[in-house]
Nanobody, 123 residues
Framework: QVQLVESGGGLVQAGGSLRLSCTAS????????MGWFRQTPGKEREFVAG????????YYADSVKGRFTISRDNAKNSVYLQMNSLKPEDTAVYYC????????????????WGQGTQVTVSS
């Protein structure tokens, strides 16, 4: 009863930027923390960034810390991922995720997933 829809993926050169967006619909009252994961072929889905329901706390994977910024707008039921200084190793399908718990750092109990959006960084 919760749907997450991502947008904003695409092809960029190394050093460039992209901004991903995710909007939730349905029973959005069940959403607490939100975040982003990514996955490449042959690898497990990897946590990228998370944000508490309040927006007051954010968490990042070491590989993206200092380059990516997560934010949310609860009035719009949306979460965003600003990705700067992109590297070829950032190439992946990026998934929006929602966790019912309002205040966990790495979304360990994800209940809802988006369909994914492709990010490709060329060298």
């Amino acid at each position: 009863q919760v749907q997450l829809v991502e947008s904003g993926g695409g092809l960029v050169q190394a050093g460039g930027s992209l901004r991903l967006s995710c909007t939730a619909s349905g029973r959005t009252y069940s959403i607490g923390s939100m975040g982003w994961f990514r996955q490449t072929p042959g690898k497990e889905r990897e946590f990228v960034a998370g944000i508490w329901l309040s927006g007051g706390n954010t968490y990042y994977a070491d590989s993206v810390k200092g380059r990516f910024t997560i934010s949310r707008d609860n009035a719009k039921n949306s979460v965003y991922l600003q990705m700067n200084s992109l590297k070829p190793e950032d190439t992946a399908v990026y998934y929006c995720a929602a966790d019912p718990r309002p205040n966990i750092p790495q979304l360990t109990t994800v209940a809802y997933w988006g369909q994914g959006t492709q990010v490709t960084v060329s060298s």
